[in-house]
């Protein structure tokens, strides 16, 4: 079955743990990509990845990293997480660039920070 | 920047009625431009798209017309079910190579029997 798979699904944290979050999707997409969805602004974007290797900010990257080493994998870190990180993530991917084809996205993770 | 503006919700109705949610949005050029929808629980899923003036995208009874003239992009239903509660986003993306899509606050959409 085609899917997006994020773990964990759930997760509290206390202020400074690192902790991350693992992305995989078995499609051979390229395209990849991590949304933060908060009440009222809807999602917005944190980093992306057009191919292996390739990895560029989105709108909301500060506090965030991301690594692209194999193709199905694009976990997102959060080094030193803080109490405004609290928030559900969506990972997604694509066969393109959005503008060319569909996302396909994971079910989320919902991570609180104390 | 571009920007996308989703009608308040959230909007209940009775099964069968008729159901419109608007969106509107801002771009530089000729973004092509998306419904998604979040059904409880779940990650977002395409429902339509558009990607230029007058396409209209339809799937499962639901409709959008890319309107350039008043820059909106409204998603109609002439009947809806129960099943279609769930949470509905309108996006743009732009023709640039960013692979950025921007997403509306998003509509809750609650169908009464």
């Known amino acids: 079955e085609a899917q997006v798979t994020q773990n964990p699904r759930y997760l509290i944290t206390v202020t400074g743990k690192k902790l991350t979050v693992t992305c995989s999707q078995n499609?051979?997409?390229?395209?990849m990509s991590w949304y933060r969805q908060d009440p009222g602004l809807g999602l917005r974007q944190i980093y992306y990845?057009?191919?292996?290797?390739?990895?560029d900010k989105g709108d909301v990257p500060e506090g965030y990293k991301v690594s692209r080493k194999e193709k199905r994998n694009f976990p997102l870190i959060l080094e030193s997480p803080s109490p405004n990180q609290t928030s559900l993530y969506f990972c997604?991917?694509?066969?393109?660039?959005?503008?060319?084809?569909?996302?396909?996205f994971g079910e989320g993770s919902r991570l609180t920070v104390l | 920047g571009d920007s996308v503006t989703q009608m308040e919700g959230p909007v209940t109705l009775s099964e069968e009625a008729f159901l419109t949610i608007n969106c509107t949005y801002t771009?530089?050029?000729?973004?092509?431009l998306f419904w998604y929808v979040q059904y409880p629980g779940e990650g977002l899923q395409l429902l339509l798209k558009?990607?230029?003036?007058?396409d209209k995208g339809s799937n499962k009874g639901f409709e959008a017309t890319y309107r350039k003239e008043t820059t909106s992009f409204h998603l109609e239903k002439g009947s809806v079910q129960v099943s279609d509660s769930a949470v509905y986003f309108c996006a743009l993306s732009d023709r640039s190579n960013t692979g950025k899509l921007i997403f509306g606050q998003g509509t809750t959409l609650q169908v009464k029997p």
């Open positions: 771009a530089t050029g000729y973004p092509s």
């Open positions: 990845s057009m191919n292996v290797e390739v990895t």
């Open positions: 997604a991917s694509g066969p393109g660039t959005p503008n060319t084809g569909e996302l396909f």
């Open positions: 499609m051979n997409h390229e395209y």
């Open positions: 558009a990607t230029k003036a007058d």
